[in-house]
């Protein structure tokens, strides 16, 4: 089955700095890649999401890139702000079953 | 805005006994799923379930575990023999199609088992 390596596991960056976070994937049939976002006891939210056949795509301060021949991809986040600090996960999706990665939890300090 | 809800929030339960976990997914989606966490983990995908058939099921997914959609609007996780190791936060999701479409996540129930 697919498995999804996230990296780093913890990440911290000062107030208006980048942060990039990493996955690998193993299943070259996974076609959809969520990123969800999750703060202490609460449901992961979607904040981004690309498709197999588009290499990168940009919402505000977020980006995500898909590299499908290297079967990785990246979540961006710009000029980071203290309620960017959460756990970020992603996914990759084969069809209808979905695998996540171990998250990365994000601490933007002011 | 429309949203996936659970109930209950948080469910204690002794070993061996039964438990009901129910969701009531968003009203025009098609496609439905149980995922777990278990505390300080990652997100697992349990199942996924369309047109009241059970789509994809994970490894973890095994006889214990089963879905329903008993009427027009709940969709049911039942575990049939609760282990201590089944102690995790239990989402749902439901979504419009399938896989490349957005996923919505209800709160989660909280299931103890002691």
């Known amino acids: 089955g697919e498995n999804v390596e996230q990296h780093p596991s913890t990440l911290s960056v000062q107030e208006g700095d980048s942060a990039v976070i990493k996955c690998t994937y193993s299943?070259?049939?996974?076609?959809?890649f969520p990123w969800y976002k999750q703060e202490l006891g609460k449901r992961p939210q979607l904040i981004i999401d690309?498709?197999?056949?588009?290499g990168e795509k940009k919402d505000q301060r977020i980006a995500v890139t898909l590299n499908k021949t290297a079967k990785h991809f990246s979540l961006h986040i710009t000029e980071t702000q203290p309620e960017d600090s959460a756990v970020y996960f992603c996914?990759?999706?084969?069809?209808?079953?979905?695998?996540f990665g171990s998250g990365t939890k994000l601490n933007v300090k002011p | 805005e429309p949203e996936v809800t659970q109930t209950p929030s948080h469910q204690v339960t002794q070993m061996g006994q039964e438990v009901i976990l129910r969701c009531v997914p968003i009203?025009?989606?098609?496609?439905f799923y149980w995922y777990r966490q278990i505390l300080g983990q990652k997100v697992e995908f349990l199942v996924s379930?369309?047109?009241?058939?059970?789509?994809?099921k994970s490894e973890i997914f095994d006889d214990q575990f089963s879905v329903e959609r008993p009427d027009g609007s709940n969709f049911t996780l039942k575990i049939r023999s609760t282990k201590l190791e089944d102690s995790a936060m239990y989402f749902c999701?439901?979504?419009?199609?399938?896989?490349?479409?957005?996923?919505?996540f209800g709160p989660g129930t909280r299931l103890t088992v002691t």
């Open positions: 999701a439901s979504s419009e199609g399938v896989g490349v479409y957005e996923q919505y």
């Open positions: 299943d070259s049939a996974s076609n959809y």
């Open positions: 690309i498709r197999s056949n588009v």
């Open positions: 996914a990759a999706s084969t069809f209808n079953k979905f695998y």
């Open positions: 009203s025009n989606h098609l496609y």
């Open positions: 379930f369309y047109n009241n058939e059970i789509s994809e």
